[in-house]
């Protein structure tokens, strides 16, 4: 087959493409160049797609032996990433981002591309497992529960997943950099990319507040309607955080207060006590089926609302594209906007993932 590799310029897809040149595959190497300002993303581990990165990527390619480009998607990274990204915080939710750069990015406008170029597959370093089932691609958890990112892949769809190659999925990370080792890559022991690409100095309340200005509003306690105290923006919040929310007094039994929900009409915060977190119910919509497979009945399945935690049994009603999830324990810090993801439980390792959808509620 005809396949693209993804090079970020890190290890995990260094040796991805490692693997599909060894599968006897015709690989090239792309790299995405996501910023019109690349020499501002990266801070130590924090952040990506810096010069540095696509000369790693380079050298990598040429290890391997093969033609390496690099594409300029930096335009299309602000209007489906970041600008989505601050729309939702604006609202009130709390989006990943991670979830929108892979859906939009690398396998909607990358897909697309190389399909029209004539490649059969996109390959890159995620960590997740591909099986075919009666011709249909299911998407499952990676052997390395720890580094598993098939949270974040929920929501493509069984094209889009027809046409990808997870050759990391086996593996587990201590692995990948002991064989880029052996391989010669100077990536080997690069750190890993961590937070949100685009913001690498970690300050996302910053980062928001440089984009969406100021928009005063009340912290209030949910319990009483009392004024606790003023804040900047809703955008400044997300749910379940404790720290940093500027209340000078403590709660009256001198326990920490908690964001409870947002208000970006408003522009009220409501805190509480930790108790008012606990969420059993989840409401979302928007429902995605990687395997082409929409639950018709009430389904016994594992849920996750984050990209690392959040897990818990459930049942899971859908009509259409909605779904009411019910957890069989509550859940702290499920936020709307946030992604939940469905999955059958497997005994043997890599549950397989079912279907992702928006949370538009919760209670």
Same mark, same amino acid.
């Given at each position: 087959m005809r396949v693209l590799a993804a090079m970020s310029g890190g290890v995990d897809s260094a040796v991805a493409a490692a693997r599909a040149v060894d599968a006897g595959h015709d690989v090239v190497g792309v790299h995405l160049a996501l910023s019109a300002k690349p020499g501002?993303?990266?801070? &130590?581990?924090?952040?990506?797609?810096?010069?540095?990165?696509?000369?790693? #990527?380079?050298? @990598?390619?040429? !290890?391997?032996g093969i033609p390496f480009y690099i594409w300029d998607f930096a335009e299309r990274f602000t209007e489906e990433v970041v600008e989505t990204f601050v729309g939702e915080y604006a609202a009130g939710r709390t989006p990943n981002p991670c979830v929108t750069c892979n859906e939009k990015i690398k396998f909607e406008a990358l897909l697309e591309k190389a399909m029209a170029l004539g490649f059969d597959a996109v390959a890159t370093g995620h960590y997740a497992r591909l099986s075919v089932v009666d011709g249909v691609p299911e998407l499952r958890r990676s052997a390395d529960s720890g580094k598993d990112q098939s949270y974040v892949?929920?929501?493509?769809?069984?094209?889009?997943?027809?046409?990808?190659?997870f050759p990391l999925g086996g593996s587990w990370?201590?692995?990948?950099? @002991?064989?880029? =080792?052996?391989?010669?890559?100077?990536?080997?022991?690069?750190p890993d990319s961590h937070d949100i690409c685009f913001i690498p100095d970690g300050d996302t309340k910053k980062f928001l507040e440089n984009r969406l200005g100021q928009r005063?509003?009340?912290?209030?306690?949910?319990? %009483?309607?009392?004024?606790?105290?003023?804040?900047? *923006?809703?955008?400044?919040? %997300?749910?379940?955080?404790?720290?940093?929310?500027?209340?000078? #007094?403590?709660?009256?039994?001198g326990r920490p207060r908690y964001v409870l929900s947002l208000e970006p009409v408003s522009g009220s915060v409501k805190?509480?006590?930790?108790?008012?977190?606990?969420?059993?119910?989840?409401? @979302?919509?928007?429902a995605i089926w990687p395997s082409g497979r929409p639950l018709t009945e009430p389904t016994e399945c594992v849920v996750q609302v984050r990209a690392h935690g959040? !897990?818990?049994? @459930?049942?899971?009603?859908?009509?259409?594209? %909605?779904?009411?999830?019910?957890?069989? =324990?509550?859940?702290?810090?499920?936020?709307?906007?946030?992604?939940?993801?469905?999955?059958?439980?497997?005994?043997?390792?890599?549950?397989?993932?079912? &279907?992702?959808?928006? !949370?538009? *509620?919760?209670?």
């Open positions: 501002t993303l990266r801070t &130590g581990s924090r952040g990506c797609c810096t010069i540095e990165d696509s000369h790693d #990527a380079r050298r @990598a390619a040429d !290890i391997l892949l929920a929501s493509l769809t069984p094209e889009q997943l027809s046409h990808a190659m990370k201590t692995e990948v950099r @002991a064989e880029a =080792e052996r391989r010669g890559l100077s990536v080997a022991n690069k005063p509003g009340e912290l209030v306690d949910a319990e %009483t309607g009392a004024v606790l105290g003023q804040h900047t *923006g809703v955008h400044g919040f %997300t749910v379940g955080q404790r720290k940093g929310l500027g209340i000078d #007094a403590p709660a009256p039994d805190v509480g006590s930790v108790a008012g977190l606990g969420v059993k119910v989840i409401e @979302a919509d928007r959040g !897990i818990v049994d @459930a049942v899971a009603d859908v009509d259409a594209d %909605t779904m009411t999830v019910h957890l069989r =324990e509550p859940l702290r810090g499920v936020a709307p906007g946030q992604v939940v993801v469905l999955y059958r439980p497997d005994p043997e390792g890599g549950d397989v993932v079912l &279907g992702s959808a928006k !949370i538009s *509620g919760t209670r």
